[in-house]
């Protein structure tokens, strides 16, 4: 058994062990470039048993469900308010929204990939229960945004389906891309001097392509 606490004095789980488990498991996904962890390193870095992952998500598989749905809900209620914004022209919109996926990149660059791995090993119905709660409000609110751009005569016609892909491809490819960075290009730190570049030049490239001629 991994050492650490599990318990308070009281019998109780120390206060917050829950959100450390999954913030941790979050650390060691963006440190290592992994969508997988041990709990063994869990329970060393985090300071807490590995028991307590039985405890609060079953198993680590449950532990890794959570971290999703922790890393996307507040991604689908920021997607939503922007698009509910009010006296926001479709583009700005659609140049805020990039802006922001960068950024989400950056801080947890695994999430594309973890999304997929768990998207294939679950059973239909959590499959569909993570396409339909975190997948499908993407690609709607491009669909909306899209068209509201056209509509205002500031985009052209671009697919929503095929520029969801794009988006996604651009920014889980850049963050996942380390080693690329350390035998290529001799650095190995996605540093936030790195990071504002590839957002101007992501923004540049994608809008260049989207608005209207």
Known sequence: MAQGNSTSETGAPPPGARAQLLE?????MRDGDVI?????????????????????????AGLLKALLDRDWQSIVTSVDALVAKDGWSPEAKLRRHLWK?????????YLNRLTMRMVRESDDTEARRIAD???????????????D????GVFREIDPQL???????????????RLVLKHCFDQDTLTEELRDRYREH????????????
């Open 149 to 152: 751009g056209v509509r205002a």
């Open 202 to 213: 992501t923004i540049d490239i994608i809008m260049a392509g989207i608005l209207a001629r």
């Open 36 to 60: 997988d962890i041990s709990l063994s390193e869990l329970s060393l870095r985090s300071g807490l048993n590995s028991a307590l992952v039985k405890y609060y998500f079953g198993n680590k």
């Open 101 to 109: 996926v960068v950024d989400t990149f950056y801080e947890v660059p």
């Open 163 to 177: 520029f969801y892909f794009t988006v996604t491809g651009a920014v889980d490819r850049f963050f996942s891309a």
């Open 133 to 147: 709660c975190y997948l499908s409000p993407i690609y709607r609110a491009y669909e909306q945004l899209i068209g």
């Open 24 to 28: 941790t498991a979050s650390a060691i």
